[in-house]
C-alpha cells in the first residue's frame, strides 16, 4: 500500500514557475514508477510525465516536454514535477501517481494503482 500527498500548487502568472512535490508513504517507494497526471475542468485526466524506479527513465507527454521536468529522491520518498513557462491551459488539479510497473504509468491513468488527493495549479494570463 502506497499513500501520496501532493503539495506545491498555487495561482502564478504566465511564464512563471511551480515545483510540486508527492510525499510517499512505506519503505517501498523505491520500487515503484510514479508519473504525475492533470485534469482541467471538464476533461478527462491526462498524462503529465513519468519516471522509472531508479530516476534514471522519464518520459513526458507532448504537452509539456521541453516546460516541465519530473525527478524523483528515493532517500526522501519524494518525487517533483518541476513547471515552467507556464501557459494558462496548464491550469488543472494535478495529481500524483504510482505503480510497480513503469509502462502502466506511461499509458495511464487507466490502470495506475495509487492517487494522491491531487493539487491545483491555476495559471492567470
Known amino acids: 500500500q502506497v499513500q501520496l500527498v501532493e503539495s506545491g500548487g498555487g495561482l502564478v502568472q504566465a511564464g512563471g514557475s511551480l515545483r510540486l512535490s508527492c510525499a510517499a508513504s512505506?519503505?517501498?517507494?523505491?520500487?515503484?514508477?510514479m508519473g504525475w497526471f492533470r485534469q482541467a475542468p471538464g476533461k478527462e485526466r491526462e498524462f503529465g510525465a513519468a519516471?522509472?524506479?531508479?530516476?534514471?527513465?522519464?518520459y513526458y507527454a507532448d504537452s509539456v516536454k521541453g516546460r516541465f521536468t519530473i525527478s524523483r529522491d528515493n532517500a526522501k520518498n519524494t518525487v517533483y514535477l518541476q513547471m515552467t513557462s507556464l501557459k494558462p491551459e496548464d491550469t488543472a488539479v494535478y495529481y500524483c501517481?504510482?505503480?510497480?510497473?513503469?509502462?502502466?504509468?506511461?499509458?495511464?491513468?487507466?490502470?495506475?494503482?495509487?492517487w494522491g488527493k491531487g493539487t491545483l495549479v491555476t495559471v492567470s494570463s
Open positions: 501517481a504510482a505503480d510497480r510497473v513503469y509502462n502502466t504509468v506511461v499509458a495511464g491513468p487507466d490502470g495506475v494503482d495509487y
Open positions: 512505506g519503505r517501498t517507494f523505491r520500487s515503484y514508477a
Open positions: 519516471i522509472d524506479w531508479s530516476g534514471g527513465i522519464t
